[in-house]
């Protein structure tokens, strides 16, 4: 068992190898939330949690749990200050719409990660009573979504915000693109950052376990440790 503060909420014993009921991130001295009986490592989480039973869609974790799906991301949230009323406005509308279908709108959506993402995107028009349908492309990200009220674009980002993904209401395919090729290059950078420290703390391990000893094994101990956060949590 894993001793965490005993802060109110948090109990005082954590399970060994204890995950995120929510994305699967694994759960530590400094990034327990404990509610209604589940460990979260965030309250980003645990909020998204709540949300998900409130609206009867705790399947979204059977999915995960039948595709054998570990981690899914921790939530993504857009700006606190970030309002959508200006996918409402006329000028806007004409720009990201087309005649032959004045009701439908595509997104970008950040932050999709597997199977159970796109069976809980695709499950909004069921208890939105603005969007008609929603068809997510998971190779691209695009979401096609038909609403019910031309002024009621804002509808989906909105709601989408709530359970931890991004939405950016885009043009053409070259513009989803685009937002594919950002989004990816945050992930290589991570990981590009995780390895070099990665491989600098094997170098310095091996130092250490070959004898140094003394004010070099102590620096080399700090380095170590300081080059393992980014590794942890970047």
Not at 21 to 42: A, D, M, Q, R
Not at 48 to 77: A, H
């Amino acid at each position: 068992m894993k001793n965490t503060t005993s802060s109110p909420g948090i109990p005082r014993d954590l399970p060994e190898a204890a995950h995120c009921l929510h994305c699967g991130e694994e759960l530590g001295l400094s990034n327990t939330v404990y509610s209604n009986g589940y460990y979260f490592c965030c309250t980003g989480c645990s909020s998204v949690y709540e949300l998900l039973n409130t609206l009867g869609l705790q399947n979204f974790y059977k999915i995960k749990e039948e595709q054998n799906i570990g981690k899914t991301g921790r939530p993504i949230y857009a700006e606190a200050k970030e309002e959508y009323g200006y996918l409402d406005q006329d000028n806007f509308i004409n720009q990201y719409t087309s005649p032959e279908t004045p009701l439908t709108m595509n997104f970008y959506i950040e932050g999709i990660h597997c199977g159970a993402c796109l069976w809980l995107i695709e499950k909004i028009p069921d208890y939105s009573p603005h969007i008609e349908s929603v068809s997510l492309n998971m190779s691209s990200n695009v979401a096609i979504v038909n609403f019910r009220n031309k002024k009621k674009f804002s509808s989906f980002p909105q709601i989408i915000k709530r359970f931890g993904y991004k939405a950016h209401p885009i043009k053409i395919d070259e513009e989803a693109q685009e937002l594919k090729q950002k989004e990816n290059r945050k992930s290589l950078i991570r990981i590009s950052v995780a390895a070099v420290c990665a491989g600098n703390i094997m170098l310095l391990s091996a130092a250490i376990y070959s004898g140094a000893e003394g004010i070099f094994a102590e620096k080399f101990a700090l380095l170590n440790f300081v080059l393992t956060l980014p590794v942890v949590t970047y």
